[in-house]
Nanobody, 111 residues
Framework: EVQLVESGGGLVPPGGSLRLSCAGS????????MSWFRQAPGKDFEWVSS???????QFANSVKGRFTAYTDNAKNTVYLTMNNLKPEDTGLYYC?????RGQGTQVTVSS
């Protein structure tokens, strides 16, 4: 059974930083593309980033230059480092592999 557990969310002021983590199990992590999505209140899911083995990364235009992503295969964990956070980055952040996603971790950017 695929399991994904996100952590690291919180409340930060604009311009702040957070690092989200997602620990995976039940699949071959090292050969999987890991993705991050987010959902703001009242809005659709938005793709944020995808990463494969830390060598291949892609980011949505809205976060490019501010977010980075990498994987630690020894820990079966994917990370999303978010810098210069903006209020529009507020939302529930999920990691996903294939059609599976975790429960999410809340990120709130507010002064």
């Amino acid at each position: 059974e695929v399991q994904l557990v996100e952590s690291g969310g919180g409340l930060v002021p604009p311009g702040g930083s957070l690092r989200l983590s997602c620990a995976g199990s039940g699949f071959t992590f090292s050969s999987s593309v890991m993705s991050w999505f987010r959902q703001a209140p009242g809005k659709d899911f938005e793709w944020v980033s995808s990463v494969f083995n830390s060598r291949t990364t892609q980011f949505a235009n809205s976060v490019k230059g501010r977010f980075t992503a990498y994987t630690d295969n020894a820990k079966n964990t994917v990370y999303l480092t978010m810098n210069n956070l903006k209020p529009e980055d507020t939302g529930l952040y999920y990691c996903a592999v294939g059609s599976n996603r975790g429960q999410g971790t809340q990120v709130t950017v507010s002064s």
